[in-house]
C-alpha cells in the first residue's frame, strides 16, 4: 500500500473511532449510576415505621434506581430504602438516583442488555415504562396489585392512568402525583390585598394589578425550554376540552395544534410576554433562574410544577401559597397537569424478584405515603382520614389537586413534537413568530409523527 | 531493479515476516473488537429504523436521503458547526500564538507563572466548564451581566444565551477560553525550537518586531501550527459538552450542532437507526476535511 494511502486508512480509523465508539458503546454501555447521599438527621425524622419483616435466607443486595432531582427526596427515599433493608436481615438496598434524562436513556440501555436493577421509580409512559413492558423487560403487576390490595390503596384511576395505552394490564405503580399549577408569594398577595383567583377574569385583573404596582408577575426560564413549555401546556388545560388533550397524548389523529384552544393559549402566553409579565430576561433563564426569582420574591408567581414544593419551601423568605390556574372556557371539565408521577417497576431479570415485589409493596403502603405526606409530597394513597398537612402550601397544592380533573404532559410520546413545540414558542415569545405560526410550525411536526406511528 | 531487490528481500526474509504479523496481532485484535466491529455495527444501524427496543427493519440508504434532502434541522446543525469551524481556526489559535510569541519573546518576569495561568481552563472537566460559563452567562444571576451594571454599562447586559443571534458566539467564547491555553503550550514548544541566530540575523537586517514574527518566526512553526489548525477544525465538527450542557442547542436550535443532534436523534426521539445516519455522516465531513486540508498542506510545503 502506498504510504499516502496507508495514512488515509490510519485518518479514517483513528477519526470515526471517537465517534463510533460513543455511540455504539453508548447502546451497549453497563449503567454507572451515582450513589444517593446518605440519609440526614432531618430525613431520620420522617421516616415511616418498621415495614414487614421477612428473613433472606442469603445477603442480597436490592439494587434500586430512583428518578428524581430533589436532594431533599432522595434522602427521604434512602431513609425509607435503609428501614426496608433492617426489617430484611441480610437484604441491603443500593438505591441510586438519576436525573430525568439520564434515567430514561441509562435503564432502556440497561434493561435492553438484560441488566439493570432490581426495581426502579422511572418515567411512565409510552416511551418509557410501556415501551419496557412491551420489549419484555418489566414484569405485569397486575395480579400483584390486586393480591396485595394495591388498588383499594390508591384510587383505580391513578392506577391505570399510564396503562390506558396497552387496554388495561398494570406494568408500573405510581405512589405520589404532581401537578403544575401557580405559585404566589402569599405575604406579597396579603400586602396589596389580592387572593387566589377563582375565576379566569380575576386572574387576569390579579395580573394587571400586580404590574400596575411595580410588580413582575411571573417568573419564567424558556432558556432550558420545558419550563416554558409547562407554560404553555398548562394553559392549553384550562382552554381545550379534555378529550382532545387526551388524544393528543395518546398520538391519535383529530386533534391539531392549530385548534381554537391551543392557538388560544399560545396567544394568552405571547399576550403576557407582550405586556411585559414575565421576568426581564426570561428567554435566557434557566429553569434554576426561574425558581430563584420567585423564592427571592423578585417575582409574585410562576407556573411550575409540585416538584418544587421541597424547594420552594425551603429557599424561601416568605409564605408560599398554590391554586390551579382558572378556566379561561367555563364550559369546559377543569383540568390541569395533574397526573400519576413516575412508576414503580420490577425488572424481570431481578435474580430476587420476589424481594423487589416486596419493596414495591412497602413503598406503596401507608407508612411511606405517610413519610411522602410527611415530606410535604401529595401520595396517592387513600388515607382514611387525611393526614394533618405539613404546611400550608401542601394544604393549597392538595386542595387543587382535588379540583380539577387529570390531565396529560401532552408530547411526552412525542419527544421531536416537543422540541418543535419549545422552538416555536421561543420563537413566539422573541417576537418572530405569531401564535397562530408557532401553532402551525408545531402541527407540521405532529402531522409527520402521527404519520410516522401509523407505519 | 530496486523493486526486484525488494521484492527479493522480502522473500528473503520469510518467517520474519510472518513474526512480524504475529506481534501486531494482539493490538489488531482489540482493535478490531473495539473499533472495526462497533463501526461495522454503527455503519448496519444506519440503515434501520429502530428505536432500541423493537425489531429493526432495514431501510437501505432511507435514513441518508431523509437526512440529506429533507432535514432542514440537520442543515442548520451543519451550518453552525462550519460557523464554529472558522472561529476555531482563528479565535484560540490566534490568542495562543500571540500568548506564545509574548512569554517566549518578552522580558517579562514571572513568565511560567503566566503559562500555568494561562494553561489551566485547559485542566478543567468539560462539565465544569459548561457549568461555570452558563452561570456566568445568566442573565439575572451571572457574572458578567452583574460586572457590566457594576461598571455602568448596564445597556451592554444582555440574555446571552436567550438571543438566537448571541447565543452560539457566547458558546464560542466559552469553547475558546478552555482552547487558548493547549494552543499557547504547542507553539510555546515549538518556539523553543527556533535557533535565535535567525532572530539575530533578522535584526540585522533591520528586520522589526512584526517582520520577525512572519518572516522566522511563523515559517519556523508551520507545522505545529498546521496540525493546532487542524485538531482545532477536528474539535469543532465534534464539539458537544458546552453545546449539549449550555443550551442543548437553543434557543429555537440557534445552538445545535451535529453532535448534539445525533444525541437526540439516537437518545431522545428513539431514532437510534437515524441518529446513527448523521453520526456516519458527521465521521465523513471530518475524513474529507482531514484528507483535503493534509493534501493542501504538503502541496505548500512541497512548493
Known amino acids: 500500500m502506498k504510504r499516502g494511502g496507508l495514512a488515509v486508512v490510519t485518518l479514517l480509523l483513528v477519526l470515526f473511532l471517537p465517534i463510533a465508539s460513543v455511540l455504539v ?136 392512568y399510564w396503562q390506558k395505552e396497552l387496554g388495561g394490564p398494570i406494568y408500573g405503580a405510581p405512589y405520589d402525583v404532581t401537578t403544575v399549577g401557580v405559585y404566589y408569594n402569599k405575604d406579597l398577595f396579603s400586602e396589596l390585598g389580592l387572593k387566589p383567583p377563582e375565576t379566569w377574569e380575576e386572574f387576569e385583573k390579579l395580573i394587571a394589578t400586580l404590574k400596575e404596582k411595580g410588580h413582575t408577575p411571573f417568573a419564567a426560564g424558556a432558556q432550558d425550554g420545558w419550563p416554558f413549555d409547562h407554560y404553555f401546556m398548562a394553559l392549553v388545560h384550562v382552554t381545550t376540552p379534555a378529550n382532545k388533550i ?43 433562574d426561574q425558581a430563584k426569582l420567585f423564592t427571592n420574591g423578585q417575582t409574585a408567581m410562576t407556573i411550575a410544577g409540585t416538584w418544587n414544593n421541597f424547594t420552594f419551601v425551603k429557599q424561601s ?35 430476587h424478584q420476589d424481594l423487589a415485589i416486596d419493596y414495591v409493596d412497602y413503598m406503596m403502603g401507608e407508612d411511606v405515603a405517610k413519610a411522602l405526606w410527611d415530606s410535604g409530597d401529595i401520595p396517592t394513597f387513600k388515607f382514611a382520614t387525611p393526614p394533618k398537612p405539613t404546611s400550608d402550601l401542601q394544604l393549597d397544592v ?4 382535588q379540583k380539577t380533573g387529570v390531565g396529560y404532559y401532552f408530547n411526552v410520546n412525542m419527544a421531536e413534537v416537543g422540541d418543535i413545540e419549545i422552538a416555536a414558542l421561543q420563537k413566539m415569545a422573541a417576537g418572530k413568530l405569531t401564535p397562530q405560526e408557532a401553532m402551525a410550525t408545531i402541527e407540521e411536526a405532529h402531522v409527520k409523527k402521527l404519520a410516522e406511528t401509523q407505519q | 531493479m530496486s523493486a526486484i531487490v525488494r521484492s527479493e528481500e522480502v522473500r528473503a526474509r520469510g518467517p520474519e515476516n510472518v513474526s512480524a504479523y504475529l506481534y501486531i496481532a494482539p493490538a489488531l485484535a482489540l482493535y478490531s473488537v473495539f473499533f472495526l466491529w462497533p463501526l461495522a455495527q454503527l455503519i448496519y444501524l444506519s440503515m434501520v429504523r429502530w428505536d432500541g427496543m423493537a425489531p429493526k427493519v432495514f431501510m437501505g440508504l432511507q435514513n441518508y436521503r431523509e437526512l440529506l434532502a429533507s432535514d432542514p434541522r440537520f442543515w442548520l446543525s451543519l451550518q453552525h458547526n462550519l460557523q464554529w469551524l472558522v ?109 535565535e541566530a535567525y532572530y539575530d540575523a533578522a535584526k540585522v537586517d533591520g528586520a522589526n518586531a512584526l517582520q520577525q514574527f512572519w518572516y522566522v518566526t511563523l515559517p519556523a512553526i508551520r507545522g505545529p501550527l498546521s496540525t493546532v489548525i487542524l485538531l482545532s477544525a477536528i474539535g469543532a465538527f465534534q464539539v458537544f459538552d ?32 437515524y441518529g446513527s445516519a448523521v453520526a456516519i455522516v458527521l465521521g465523513v465531513l471530518i475524513l474529507l476535511f482531514s484528507i483535503v486540508f493534509l493534501r493542501v498542506r504538503e502541496r505548500l510545503e512541497a512548493a
Not at chain 1, 392538595?398 to 389537586?401: F, G, K, L, R, S
Not at chain 2, 482552547?179 to 525550537?193: D, P, R, S
Not at chain 2, 434557543?251 to 437510534?272: C, E, G
Request: glycine share 8%; aromatic share 12%; proline share 7%.
Open chain 1, 246 to 288: 387526551e388524544d393528543l397524548n395518546y398520538v391519535k389523529p383529530g386533534v391539531k395544534f392549530t385548534d381554537d384552544g391551543f392557538v388560544q393559549a399560545a396567544t394568552i402566553l405571547n399576550g403576557w410576554v407582550q405586556k411585559g409579565y414575565l421576568n426581564e430576561n426570561f428567554l435566557a433563564a434557566s429553569a434554576d
Open chain 1, 398 to 401: 392538595y386542595q387543587a389537586t
Open chain 2, 242 to 273: 458546552l453545546v449539549f450542557i449550555i443550551t442543548r442547542g437553543g434557543p429555537a436550535w440557534a445552538t445545535m450542532v451535529l453532535s448534539v443532534y445525533m444525541y437526540d436523534n439516537a437518545f431522545r426521539y428513539n431514532k437510534l437507526g
Open chain 2, 87 to 195: 472561529g476555531a481556526v482563528s479565535v484560540p489559535t490566534g490568542i495562543g500564538l500571540f500568548l506564545a510569541v509574548f512569554l517566549a519573546r518578552s522580558p517579562l518576569y514571572g513568565r511560567l507563572a503566566f503559562r500555568t495561568i494561562f494553561f489551566l481552563p485547559q485542566v478543567l472537566s468539560s462539565v465544569v466548564v459548561a457549568i461555570i460559563w452558563r452561570w456566568i452567562y445568566s442573565p439575572d444571576f451571572g457574572a458578567l451581566n452583574a460586572i457590566l451594571r457594576q461598571v455602568g454599562l448596564a445597556s451592554l447586559a444582555r440574555g446571552w444565551l436567550g438571543e438566537e443571534s448571541l447565543a452560539l458566539p457566547a458558546l464560542f467564547i466559552a469553547s475558546s477560553w478552555v482552547l487558548y491555553g493547549f494552543c499557547m503550550v504547542v507553539f510555546l514548544a515549538a518556539l523553543q525550537g527556533i535557533d
Open chain 1, 25 to 160: 458503546a453508548g447502546c451497549a454501555a453497563q449503567p454507572t449510576p451515582t450513589a444517593a447521599p446518605q440519609p440526614t438527621a432531618a430525613t431520620e425524622a420522617t421516616q415511616a415505621p418498621e415495614p414487614t419483616a421477612t428473613t433472606a435466607p442469603e445477603p442480597v443486595t436490592l439494587q434500586v434506581w430512583y428518578l428524581s432531582g430533589s436532594p431533599e427526596e432522595i434522602q427521604l427515599l434512602e431513609g425509607l430504602s435503609a428501614k426496608f433493608g433492617e426489617a430484611h436481615p441480610g437484604v441491603k438496598v443500593e438505591l441510586s438516583a438519576y436525573g430525568y434524562d439520564d434515567m430514561n436513556k441509562t435503564l432502556k440501555l440497561a434493561l435492553d442488555s438484560g441488566t439493570g436493577p432490581d426495581v426502579a421509580y422511572c418515567s411512565p409512559g409510552g416511551p418509557f415504562h410501556l415501551a419496557y413492558a412491551k420489549a419484555g423487560h418489566i414484569i405485569e403487576l397486575t395480579d400483584i396489585m390486586k393480591e396485595r390490595g394495591w388498588d383499594q390503596k390508591h384510587p383505580a384511576d391513578a392506577i391505570a
Open chain 1, 317 to 351: 423568605s416568605f409564605k408560599v401559597g398554590f391554586f390551579a390556574l382558572p378556566r379561561v372556557d367555563p364550559n369546559i371539565e377543569w383540568r390541569s397537569m395533574l397526573t400519576p408521577n413516575n412508576v414503580w417497576v420490577v425488572s424481570k431479570y431481578s435474580k
